[in-house]
C-alpha cells in the first residue's frame, strides 16, 4: 500500500461537516422535539412525519428536491442568490444543510423520547418553586433529558458521517469542497484502487462501531433515575 | 370587607370530560383547612386550581385580599406565593438533596427570604441527608425533602396534596410529627388534601368537605367532625377533637391533666408544659353516658354533658348522640337499647364516661 499518496482531506471534510452538522442539529432539534413532546396542536403529527420523512426516503428523494429547492430556480437559490451569497448546491454549506434536514430525525426522535419521558411533575414542581417557564426548561428539563440530547448528538454525527446519496445529488465530488469519505471510498473503488478504498472504509467501520458501542454501553451504565 | 383580609376565597369551575368541580368557599387565613373527600372528589383538581396548575372555566381565588385570580387575570404559577408539597416527594434526580433545597430558594429575592436553609434542616431533619442523591433516600426522608424544599420558598400559602398518602405506616408515622410541629411554628395558612379521617382528626382545624366536585359541607373541624348529618360522624372511627390545656402532671399515677370548658380528663403521662394548648381525640364509641355521676368504675374520665341530638347511625341497633361540653361538641356512639332505656333526649344533662382519650399534638 502505498501511503505517501494517500490523502486526508476527504477525512477532515467529513468530519468537519458532521460537528458542523451534529451542532446545528442541536440547536435545531431540541426546540423542536420540546414542542413535539408538549405540544396539543392537533396537527402536531404532520410536522412529525414530515421530520421522520428521511428515515423512509431514499436519499435521492431527498437530494433531488433540495437540488430543485436551493437551485437557481428554486425559490431558496433564488434567495440566497438575491442576498449575495450565491448558489448553495456543489457548496459546502449546502452540504450542510442537506445533512442537517437528512440527520433530523436521528436527533429528534431521541430528544423528543426523553422529553416525553420526563414526564409533566418536574416541571411543575419546578414552576411552584418560582422557576418561569424558560428557567424550567434550562434547569430541569435539559438535565434529564441529557442521556437523550447526548444519544441524538452521536446518532446525528454518526448518520452524517455516513451518509451518501445525497451528498451525491446535492454535493458531488469536489475535493476539499464536497469530497467526504464516502465519495472518496466510491472513487477508489471505480478506480480500482481498492488498497485505497479499505483504508478509509475499514477506518469508518471501526470508528462507526467504536461510536455504537460507546454510546450503547453508556445507556446500559446510567440507566434513567425515577424518584 | 376587613373579614376579606384575614381569609381565603375561592370559587373554582372547573369540566373536564365526565368531572365537574364547582367549588365556592371561604377558609380562614389561618391555621389548617383540610380539604377532604373520598377519590375523585376533586381533592387534587381544586388544590391544582388554586395553584394555578389547571386552567379553570371559571375561577376566583383571594387570599387575605390579594387577589391571583379572577375573570380579567390570572398569575402564573411561578408568581403565586405558594408552596406546594405533591402527594409523591417529586424531587429532582438530578441534584442532590441540597441542590433540591436551593431550587426555589435562590429563585426568590433575600428580602424574600424568611425561612432560612439551616432552619428547615433542623425542623425535618435533614442535616445528615444534605449531600444525598434522592434515589438514595427512603419514602418518608424524600418527602421531607420535598417538604423543606417547598417551605424554603417562604410562601405564603401552604398547599399539600396528600404528603402522607404514598408512605407506608412507618413513613406516616415518620413525618406526622414533624407536620404538627411545623405548623404550630410557620404563620403561613395550610391547605391539605385528604382522604384519612385520622389525619384529619390529628392535622386540620378547619374542614371543606368535598363531594363529586361539590362543596358539601364548610366550618370548623370540633363542628364537622360531630355533625350527624355528614358520613364524618358516622364512620367506624368517628371522633370529636377538643382544644385542651395543660392543667398538671401527676408523677405518682404517671398522669397528665388537661382541661377545657366543662371537663378535665387524664391521659398517659407526657412531658408538656402547664399551659399547653393541645388537641384531645375522643372516639364516639369510646364515650358512654350515664344519668347519675359514675361511681366504682375503672374509668376515670367522667364530665356532665348537655344532649344536643340523637341521631340513628349507620348500624340499626346503634344510635350517635351529639353532646355540648362547655361549647365544644362530643360524640358518643351508644345502643339504641341504652337511647330508650335511659331516655336519652335533647338538652337532658348527663355525664359522658371517656374510656380513652388520645393527646393528639
Redesign the interface.
Known sequence: MDFTQFDPQPIYLTLRLATITTVLLLCIATPLAWWLANSRWRYRQVINALVALPLVLPPTVLGFYLLLLLGPRGWVGQFTESLGIGILPFTFTGLVIASVIYSLPFAVQPIQNAFAAIGR??L??????????W?RFI??AL??A?PGLITGAVLGFAHTLGEFGVVLMIGGNIPGETQVLSMAIFDHVEAYEYDKAHVLAAGMLVFSFIVLLVLYWRTDQCPP??? | MTENYQSIEANFRLKRNEFELDVDFKAPGKGVSAIFGQSGSGKTTLLRCIAGLENPDRGYFNLKGTCWHDDKQSWPVHRRPIAYVFQEASLFAHLNVRKNMEYGWQRITKDQRKIQIDEVVAWLGLETLLDRQPDQLSGGQRQRVAIARALLTSPQLLLMDEPLASLDTPGKAEILPYLESLYQTLDIPVLYVSHSPQEVQQLADYLILLDQGKVKAAGEINTLLTEPQLPLAHFEDAAAVLNACVVGHDKTFHLTSLAFNGGQVSVSYNALPIGHKARLRVCARDVSLALIPPQHISINNSFPVRVVSVNPDRDPSQMLVRCDVGGQSLLSRITRRSVQTLNISPDKIVYAQVKSVALMK
Open positions: 411533575r418536574p411543575e414542581v419546578a414552576a411552584t418553586l418560582r422557576a418561569s417557564p428557567g434547569s430541569v438535565p434529564l441529557k433515575r425515577h424518584v
